[in-house]
């Protein structure tokens, strides 16, 4: 590990006052940034401690929707009696995720900025431009089940392995941050990147900025019709292949409005407005569910060859569309227990 400086801030202002804008890096639950730093794949020179920064509330909002602190844990998010009641689709995605000791110290803002968990990346004998950028991608061609079927670039087919963002992206959240020059908020859907030119850069957060909160709209349409679905190599403590967020406002049989988003493949939870328009108006069922998987997945391109070949994802994430959206129009699928598989009932 490389050697580093490190303070610890008492409070917002002085976070922001501390950080060296191009060297420095936040440190919340450290549960992804040490790890990183230990294989030397991430070297800053200097870390701010944030963990006493008053930032771990959960409360109502005004306009009837929650506000997760950047600093509340994943595990005291999902266990929240608010979210556990309103956004059951959020508890069961984070609960879905890692292991119970890792939620007890992971952060949400720290969820949200977790980095990809391509071998290659965090091999630093294998070129990445994801790490250097400019130095090639060692995955297109290589070893590619976890990669990327949609929207990936000739420079990364790299994939997001959050669950939580799966959730957040689905349920439409704002993410609110602060920086120097003042605050801002950013649209879920504008927060990470995909790839193109620039592998190395995972979202639109500017490196001196820090997350405050995560706001979610009042969910009340939705809730009785929400799945978070998980499907990975193994039972639990593993990253998704493919994972199914979706929601359905259903009204005697017909479907009202829809909200579907995929993880596991793509650099961000993916989401299609089009794909849901399909669904809207239209009798709940197998053949709006297909269609809409079909727009969905449209564009989705194998990566890799042999049994590094991840064509397994496109009917993998059809199917697991398909059977989201029969669970979610039966009603909402909850699981707040440890190690069982999301979505199995
Ligand atoms: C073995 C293992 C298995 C895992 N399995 C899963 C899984 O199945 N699903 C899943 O979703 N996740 C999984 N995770 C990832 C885990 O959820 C993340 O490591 C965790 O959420 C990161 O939060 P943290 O607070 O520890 O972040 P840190 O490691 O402290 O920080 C991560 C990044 O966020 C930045 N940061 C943190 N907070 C802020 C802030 N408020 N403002 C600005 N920057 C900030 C840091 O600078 C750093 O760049 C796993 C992790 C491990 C180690
Ligand atoms: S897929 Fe992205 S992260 Fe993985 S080796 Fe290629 S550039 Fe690096």
């Known amino acids: 590990m490389n050697p580093f400086a490190y303070s610890r801030a008492q409070d917002v202002g002085g976070a922001l006052q501390a950080l060296l804008a191009t060297e420095g890096k936040f440190i919340a639950g450290g549960t992804n940034l040490l790890d990183l730093m230990k294989e030397n794949v991430m070297r800053p020179a200097q870390l701010v401690d944030i963990n006493r920064l008053p930032l771990d509330t959960i409360e109502p909002s005004p306009d009837g929707g929650l506000r997760l602190g950047a600093l509340a844990r994943n595990a005291a998010t999902a266990y929240h009696p608010l979210v556990r009641e309103q956004y059951p689709l959020l508890s069961t995605a984070i609960l879905a995720g890692a292991s ?54 000739e420079h990364c087919i790299a994939t997001h392995p959050s669950d939580m963002c799966v959730a957040l992206a689905a349920l439409d959240a704002t993410v609110h941050v602060a920086s120097p020059r003042g605050d801002r908020a ?27 909160s995560i706001t979610l709209p ?27 967020a979706a929601m359905l406002e259903i009204d005697g049989g017909t479907i009202r409005a829809a909200r579907l988003a995929l993880g596991g493949v793509a650099h961000k ?23 809409a998987a079909d727009a969905l997945l449209q564009g989705a391109t194998p990566q890799g060859v042999g049994v590094g070949s991840n064509a397994f994802k496109i ?31």
Request: with cysteine; glycine share 10%.
């Open 100 to 153: 119970p000791q890792i939620r007890n110290m992971a952060s949400n803002g720290g969820n949200l900025l977790q980095r990809t968990r391509c071998y290659y990346f965090y091999d630093r004998g294998t070129p990445c431009n994801k790490r250097n950028p400019g130095e090639g991608c060692s995955a297109i061609g290589g070893l590619a089940r976890q990669h990327a079927i949609l929207g990936a670039s």
């Open 186 to 212: 950013i649209p879920i859907a504008d927060f990470h990147r995909l790839p193109g030119e620039r592998p190395d850069m995972d979202t639109t957060l500017a490196n001196d900025e820090l997350i405050l």
């Open 315 to 345: 009917p993998l994430a059809r199917r697991a569309i398909v059977r989201a959206l029969h669970q979610a129009a039966q009603g909402t699928v909850t699981n707040f227990g440890d190690n069982v598989r999301a979505g199995e009932d």
């Open 218 to 244: 009042p969910s009340a349409g939705f809730r009785g019709h929400s799945v978070y679905m998980k499907l990975r190599e193994r039972l639990s403590y593993a990253f998704a292949l493919v994972s199914v």
């Open 269 to 291: 939870p993916w989401r299609d407005p089009r794909a849901e328009a399909l669904l809207a108006g239209q009798p709940v069922g197998e053949e709006a569910f297909a269609r």
